[in-house]
């Protein structure tokens, strides 16, 4: 339907842009404005649809094609500065979610294995294109780098470096993703890798990356890790572990570090302690995701460990999506026959939205270090 269907309806008798539009105006974003933030409405019910579901009816409708925005990261900043989402109604489809993951285990040995199948699987052509060489799907370092791939490096040397990492010692990554640290640990300190993932397509890259350098890739659930190593590294993993697992994540974790050993944990954090179900996010993205707080990992590590560095370089994450998602769009051609319009949309929206929240710091990357009380303390480089 197109922008002129728009302008056909008497939007000043609908009641639900009324509401829209006062509600952009305060993030100073207009409908059918000409800034890269505002956005362009080509649906009549797109203001319903959003007014009654929320973040899902947001997301869906911009998958279906009811809105366009030049600048979407940009949008999505303002939006998360001005807590737009905070005034939104909550549908009742998202209370129910947010009342089954208080009361359910969304991340229990079963459910764990549902976002490998459906977000890690989705296809290594895909990741390999839009990555960096070293296949990492998570934060860079932007301190001194100009580029992704740079960006990367520093963020792979670094937890390195943190961990303190000497030729020799077992290393166990946990959530290993395409083997990037994996491989960079054992090619650069000489230093024996597990790791382990619940993505079969991840597991055989990793693999890959692997051959001859000391490394193993299991795939298994990493609950059922029981082995004594060196050091420990957990890269974008803990989102999917959930707060009805996160002592057991830790017992786990305690349970395979050696008495003088150091663990590295790297993951995307909240501002506030709740349950953190994007509709969205969860639906399309992450199935069964939840974002840790800073309350939950310090309560779930007091039993097991001393917390000796806790970095938050966030921002950097905003520079990550865009990197991503320029190299998304420089390969889509490579893409398209095989994913279609409607997911090009979708993981355009998925990366835009999440930069524009990290800019907004609306959510926060961390990197924190825990030993079981090393003596004489320990010095983190940053």
């Not at 999917?240 to 349970?255: E, I, L």
């Not at 310090?298 to 998602?325: K, R």
Request: charged share 25%; glycine share 8%.
């Amino acid at each position: 339907m197109s922008s002129s269907c728009i302008e056909e309806v008497s939007l000043e008798e609908n009641q639900w842009y009324r509401i829209a539009q006062e509600m952009l105006r305060n993030a100073d974003i207009e409908i059918n404005g000409t800034r890269p933030w505002d956005i362009q409405v080509t649906h009549p019910d797109f203001f319903k649809r959003v007014m009654q579901e929320g973040s899902l009816g947001l997301g869906e409708s911009y998958m279906d094609g009811w809105w366009e925005c030049e600048q979407l990261d940009m949008f999505f900043h303002r939006v998360l500065l001005a807590k737009l989402d905070q005034q939104l109604p909550r549908h009742f489809k998202d209370t129910l979610r947010i009342a089954a993951a208080r009361l359910t285990n969304l991340q229990s040995r079963k459910r764990a294995w549902i976002v490998g199948k459906e977000h890690y699987d989705l296809g290594n052509d895909l990741f390999t294109l839009m990555l960096d060489p070293y296949m990492q799907y998570s934060c860079g370092y932007w301190k001194e780098a100009e580029t992704l791939e740079q960006a990367q490096q520093a963020k792979l040397k670094m937890i390195c470096e943190k961990l303190q990492l000497e030729p020799g010692m077992s290393l166990l990554d946990i959530g290993c993703g395409w083997g990037g640290l994996a491989a960079y640990a054992a090619r650069h300190y000489n230093v024996k890798v597990t790791g382990v993932t619940i993505s079969a397509e991840q597991q055989k890259l990793a693999q890959q990356r692997g051959e001859g350098l000391d490394v193993t890739i299991l795939l298994q659930d990493y609950r059922d890790l029981d082995q004594q190593f060196d050091r420990i590294v957990s890269v974008g993993m803990f989102e999917h572990v959930g707060p009805k697992n996160y002592a057991t994540y830790f017992n786990v974790v305690d349970r395979n570090l050696k008495p003088d050993g150091i663990f590295l944990l790297h993951t995307i954090g909240a501002n506030k302690t709740d349950d953190n179900v994007d509709p969205w996010i969860d639906k399309y993205i992450f199935p069964n995701g939840c974002l840790p707080s800073v309350r939950h990992i310090a309560e779930a590590h007091e039993p097991h460990f001393v917390m000796e560095d806790w970095h938050n370089f966030g921002a950097d994450y905003d520079l990550t999506l865009m990197a991503w998602h320029q190299r998304f769009l420089a390969a889509w051609p490579q893409l398209a026959d095989k994913y279609g319009e409607r997911f090009k949309r979708m993981f355009s929206y998925y990366l835009n939205a999440c930069a524009g929240a990290f800019r907004a710091r609306d959510i926060q990357l961390w990197q924190v270090v825990f030993t079981h009380g090393k003596e004489g303390g320990l010095r983190v480089p940053h």
